[in-house]
């Protein structure tokens, strides 16, 4: 079992390796884990839409991307995809604590968040949590101890930071803003720098917008590393 687990390993990796991601169409055309892909085929998503299309390989690779492209044109499996391919080829279990930080503007579009990574996510055997301020710190508390990855609003994980004895940050492989621009908009900045501030700097980003910004003080301040801009032009 252990020899073939590790044969699959390897096989990703070149398959990861060797893709070029050019003139996709489907998930299924993407160098996945079995899990991802029946997540995937469960939640009946077949086709990508162009943001996933651009995004997705680059960021299987491992790169910095920032993203933008309007409000529903499917951000959310740009970045959630890559999240658990990312973990999963790192072999990342249980006790390796947390592994991803997803920051969202409000509490309402983390659960949404949140309800897409469970459905894609199910067959996976990573730990997932909210923390959005919804349940009392103290459980919170508890809950973030055993957790991989977190999908978050920026105050409530300040607080974290700055509270909860013991928070394991220095293992973040993946950091995911989505809606950084509402995010900045809502006046999340001087919180967003403190966070990252907590955050290794060896790490890759994932950043998603509705606009186009390109503001290049405000990426700086994020620490992305070459990172790709990946933008879907549509009349917003
Ligand atoms: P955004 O974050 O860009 O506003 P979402 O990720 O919330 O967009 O996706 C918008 C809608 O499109 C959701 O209902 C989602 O289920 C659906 N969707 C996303 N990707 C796909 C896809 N590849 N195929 C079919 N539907 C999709
Ligand atoms: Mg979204």
Redesign the pocket.
Known sequence: KRKRNAEEFQLLETRVREFDGKGITC?SELPLTKQTAAGLHK???????D??RKAIPLALKGRDVLGA??????????FLVPVLEVLYRKKWTTMDGLGALIISPTRELAA?IFD?LRKIGREHAFSAGLVTGGKKLKDEQEALHRMNIVVCTPGRMLQHMDQTVGLMLDNVQLLVL??ADRILDMGFGKTLDAIIENLPRERQTLL?S?TQTKCVTDLARLGLKDAEYVAVHEAA
């Open positions: 998930f939640a009946h998503f077949k086709t990508l839409t943001i996933q492209a309007k409000t529903g044109s499917g951000k959310t499996l740009a949404q897409v989505d809606e998603f509705a």
